[in-house]
């Protein structure tokens, strides 16, 4: 079954060719935009279009994206809302959209980024299990934000020690409930499972050693927006280490976040979102840095959190 996507140019794609605003607009491979294109399944006000024709502001485009048989495990899906922010021959750099999973897992049905990069026909050649190829570092479901997932298995084996040596770079910004004392600091505390619920995470005395950097951008009435610097990367350690402070973050109910904050700030999952990922990139060494800005629902809610003032 194909899936019809219609979208609308928008100014900052104005000027470029039809492959370039497909393969942004929909996160896809420009070998992928492509094909779609010499497939016929593209077509600008109506027309079908070359691939390197020029799009304007405001033109409609209808892009059809045919379905893909699925493998065993890991489904070939394009997945809406993820927005493609690097790309080169080693890594491919993503703003991962929240309710977007990073691989498949046991219990999880719904969309991932693996499952996005084999639809929208990146190369992922690298070791490891099949549903995990390239990937050397994790966003929760809940969680928004910019993330990277190597190509080649030289970037793969880099960067992967990158992250264990704590070399890379992780930049995120919270939104807490109160005001955390002292207004910056370090929460070095062990985290393991949570020994009443699998799902959950806490600070256990016999976990993982897990170091969070932390200092407040923001103070407001009910909340504060902090930028968070992670030294480890834990399962769920952010909202693990701020639930431990009496500071969780705003709508993270799993780690006792109050719903009716959460509920008047409308939303709807915690306020977490990885805003920048900085690293030495594993071909060229030359340090490299990439952002995300917030998406509507967070800068909503911080919005009114700044109104509530």
Not at 160 to 174: G, I, L, N
Not at 253 to 258: E, I
Not at 275 to 285: A, I, T, Y
């Amino acid at each position: 079954m194909s899936d019809q996507r219609t979208v609308l140019v928008p100014d900052g794609l104005a000027g470029e060719r039809v492959d370039t605003a497909i393969a942004r607009m929909f996160g896809l491979s420009r070998t992928r935009a492509a094909d779609l294109i010499a497939q016929g399944l593209v077509q600008v006000d109506g027309h079908n279009v070359g691939k390197s024709d020029r799009v304007d502001v405001g033109e409609v485009l209808d892009v059809t994206l045919p379905a893909v048989s699925s493998g065993v495990e890991v489904v070939p899906e394009v997945v809406e809302g993820i927005k493609i922010i690097h790309d080169d021959d080693a890594i491919v750099v993503i703003d991962k959209p929240v309710g977007v999973a990073v691989h498949p897992s046991p219990g999880w049905s719904g969309p991932t980024v693996v499952g996005h990069l084999a639809g929208a026909g990146f190369q992922i050649a690298t070791s490891g299990a099949s549903e995990r190829q390239g990937i050397v570092q994790r966003l929760d479901v809940g969680t928004s934000g910019v993330m990277v997932i190597c190509k080649s298995e030289v970037a793969y084996s880099v960067l992967k020690q990158a992250f264990r040596d704590r070399s890379v770079d992780k930049t995120y910004h919270a939104l807490v409930q109160g005001h955390p004392d002292p207004h910056e600091g370090t929460i070095d505390a062990p985290i393991g499972r949570h020994p009443k619920a699998d799902y959950k995470f806490a600070v256990m005395a016999d976990g993982r050693h897990s170091i969070t950097h932390y200092s407040t951008l923001e103070a407001h009435r009910f909340a504060s927006l902090l930028e968070v610097h992670l030294e480890t990367g834990r399962t769920h350690q952010i909202r693990v280490h701020m639930s431990a402070l009496k500071h969780p973050c705003v709508g993270d109910l799993t780690y006792g976040a109050d719903p009716v904050l959460a509920a008047r700030f409308g939303l709807e999952r915690q306020w977490l979102h990885a805003v920048r990922l900085g690293f030495e990139h594993p071909e060229s060494g030359e340090y490299v840095t990439y952002e995300s800005t917030y998406p509507d629902d967070l800068a909503s809610a911080l919005e009114s959190v700044r109104g509530a003032d």
